[in-house]
């Protein structure tokens, strides 16, 4: 502790206790180690997501119900927990020696390429099919919400023009059928001797009138609907053609690929148009880079925890040896 006198009073300064580099060093490196136990883990998980992803919708057709998910599941568990055990016993046995393992190295081997290789093709395909038109379904998707808002504008406009067209063809013709009926419940008012009322001929053409009316009525009815349904199917067929349309406009990646890619392509070619192959190009190489990425961080975390495991069991072994 030091002490520094002024003319009026000491100050106290305190001693800060000497940090251990090498502790600090060491508990970062152990948190490292485990952060990448952890990334190994994840990116197991990561790859498992992918290929359960592609197996579920390579094969949609099943007995199962709504336990269509299992075989994949199931195939995918097998296959990620395969991989990675093989690349902690690669190691592991590797350091060991272990002469049962290196009798059948070449098989153990085969197996993990193969399954790194099942990995690789189901990340493509999933990249393939994410990244193709990305944005096809949800630009679709808008473009339909506007043509059916056009399309329910359109309807209630053919509505309202059939409905104002029948109800001026048949305000004659309804006025017409109160007037014969105005003349019948007159004729009905004659009442003669023996007889309670009067229907005679004039009773009758009034009748006949108002039935020749009525006839005509459902007519005009019959043909406005008519006219109407086709008016209705015309508008459904149009509405159809120009859905066809925008999916045919859309089904290109320079208009519904990914933002980003397009962006880079565009950039690339310095204008907006640009040959397809670019575009997979790209997708094929994010998913093959994608893959890569992922099976080395499994490959070097399992590889990591195979070392320590087996160096930690010789020690212990060499340990009880000696004692």
Known sequence: MKLFKGASKTIKLLKLPKLKLDWVINRILKILYFSFIVAGIVSAVVSALIEFETFAGLFIKSSFGKFNSLIPALIVFTFETSKVYLIYMNKSFKITSNEHYLSDKRHFLTLRYALISISVL????????????????????????????????????????????????????????????????????????????????????????????????????????????????????????????????????????????????????????????????????????????????????FTTLAIDHTKKLKNSHNTQEEN
């Open 122 to 301: 189901a990340t493509l395909i999933f990249s393939f099919y994410n990244l193709r038109e990305p944005e096809y379904d949800k630009m679709l998707a808008e473009k339909s919400q506007n043509i059916a808002q056009i399309k329910e504008v359109q309807r209630q406009d053919i509505n309202r023009i059939y409905d104002e067209k029948l109800n001026r063809q048949l305000q004659p013709i309804d006025q017409a059928i109160m007037e014969y009926e105005g003349r019948m419940t007159t004729e009905e008012g004659y009442k003669f001797k023996g007889r309670q009322e009067y229907r005679g001929p004039r009773y009758k053409e009034a009748q006949r009138l108002k039935e020749s009316s009525l006839d005509r009525r459902l007519q005009v009815i019959t043909v406005n609907e008519n006219e109407r349904i086709q008016a209705l199917n015309k508008l459904e067929d149009e509405i159809k053609q120009k859905i066809s349309n925008e999916e045919n406009n859309l089904s290109t990646v320079s208009k519904s690929g990914n933002k980003m890619l397009l962006a880079t392509l565009q950039t690339i070619n310095l204008k907006n148009t640009f040959p397809e192959w670019q575009y997979l190009i790209i997708i094929a190489f994010i998913s093959i880079m994608l893959s890569i990425g992922l099976e080395y961080i499994i490959w070097a975390a």
